[in-house]
């Protein structure tokens, strides 16, 4: 007889499956339609852009990125029932924005008290000061701004100005920043007026500054009205250099402003002139590839505030790779001591007394020369 060995009865039971690690919710609050589109809509295709990228390698820690983008369209009161709805129900570990300081304001304490990392892409330094444990911001500092904007004003021979702003957020904080700073800086502010932020025609305030025989003007706001000072300076006869702050990052408001806009001048980070950085500089890399990565994608130049977006996922990720895990208090922990991280607008140095993280030298001053962004004096 041929021996035949015993066969082993076959196991039915199915292997446990292997579940897919729990991605990373991450909110975001942007005013991707209305009248701070030019803000929110490349802070929008910014993230997804960036998240896809992550993801597509490997994700963090090996959890992939999930994204809920919300429109606020630039209002406060959508942005307070976004986050508290991203906040109760989403579950999210952080929300990255408001595009805009009002509406970051308004959702500070929300994120606060709901112990949510809030990583914003607006300007105005009352976000982060006082400093809020869970609160951070990515766009350099208003008075950084203004000093960059003052020093540049002395060099020029500049010393007596007329200042105006919008009534939001940004504006406020902004016109309080130059005035806190003007006289240490040796700058007379011979007139400050402030103009409705939905303002279309801005003639009647700059008439009124005309009357004051100042040197300069320093336009502290965002669109739409940003666009039009240096028109309405020209149908005035208002001949004097015009200043922006940093919120003119856009090339769109360039465009808008048309050929009365060549000349303005005003401090930005380095993204918008990435093209002539010396290769040796620690920023030019990242900036290139951004730029490059955005502009092939969307077939539109970039901004600075898509970078200010860009910078916030970026210093959420490397806050959750430092906690080595994503639990909210120690990856908010993680993010306040992070050094040395090159973003598009600066290298971020954060500590628990600054959740900025940037100083005065994430600046360069710019202007526009023949309808382009270029170096000041160069």
Same mark, same amino acid.
């Given at each position: ?20 690690? $729990?991605?990373? &919710?991450?909110?975001?609050? /942007?005013?991707? *339609? ?12 910014? /993230? ?42 989403? &579950? ?7 595009? *805009? ?30 400093? +809020? ?7 350099? &500092? ?15 021979? @500049? ?15 902004? +016109?309080?920043? /130059?005035?806190?700073? %003007? ?9 400050? #007026? ?21 040197? %300069?003007?320093?336009?502290?706001? @965002? ?6 000072? %240096? ?7 208002? #001949? ?20 009365? %806009? ?9 993204? !918008?002139?990435?093209?002539? /950085? ?16 955005? #502009? $092939? ?6 901004? *600075? ?7 916030? !996922? ?8 430092? +906690? ?11 993010? #306040? ?14 500590? +628990? ?24 004096? &160069?």
């Amino acid at each position: 007889m041929n021996g035949c060995s015993k066969s082993k009865p076959v196991s039915t039971k199915q292997p446990t499956p292997v579940t897919p690690k $729990e991605t990373i &919710k991450v909110g975001a609050v /942007l005013s991707i *339609t209305g009248p701070a589109s030019f803000l929110g809509a490349p802070e929008s295709k910014t /993230l997804e852009m960036f998240a896809d990228k992550i993801n597509q390698s490997g994700g963090v820690l090996g959890h992939k990125i999930e994204l809920i983008i919300k429109d606020t369209g630039g209002k406060p009161e959508n942005a307070v029932s976004m986050t508290k709805q991203l906040i109760d129900e989403n &579950k999210v570990l952080a929300i990255l924005g408001p595009s *805009t300081s009002g509406e970051t304001m308004a959702i500070k304490t929300i994120c606060q008290e709901g112990k949510t990392i809030l990583l914003s892409c607006a300007a105005a330094e009352d976000i982060v000061n006082p400093v +809020a444990s869970f609160v951070f911001k990515t766009p350099q &500092k208003d008075s950084d701004a203004a000093r960059w904007i003052f020093k540049t004003m002395k060099d020029k021979g @500049i010393t007596k100005v007329g200042v105006i702003s919008s009534n939001d957020g940004f504006g406020m904080a902004g +016109a309080k920043q /130059l005035a806190a700073l %003007a006289p240490d800086s040796g700058i007379t502010i011979a007139i400050s #007026e402030v103009y409705d932020k939905q303002a279309t025609d801005l003639t009647d305030i700059l008439t009124k500054l005309k009357g004051k025989d100042i040197q %300069a003007v320093i336009n502290w706001s @965002i669109v739409p009205a940003q666009s039009l000072v %240096a028109k309405n300076m020209k149908q005035v006869g208002l #001949e004097v250099p015009l200043f922006q702050s940093h919120g003119f990052g856009n090339i769109k408001y360039v465009q808008a402003g048309g050929e009365a %806009a060549n000349g303005t001048i005003f401090p930005a980070g380095r993204l !918008l002139v990435a093209d002539v /950085l010396p290769n040796n500089h620690p920023q030019k890399k990242l900036l290139l590839e951004y730029k490059n990565e955005y #502009e $092939e994608k969307y077939k539109e130049d970039v901004s *600075t505030f898509g970078g200010h977006a860009y910078d916030a !996922l970026l210093i959420l990720v490397e806050g959750i790779k430092k +906690a080595k895990n994503t639990e909210p208090e120690a990856v908010r922990s993680a993010i #306040e001591t992070l050094q040395g991280v090159v973003g598009t607008a600066g290298i971020f140095n954060l500590s +628990a007394q600054d959740h900025n993280g940037l100083t005065l030298d994430a600046f360069e001053m710019l202007t526009v020369k023949d309808g382009k962004f270029a170096i000041y004096g &160069k």
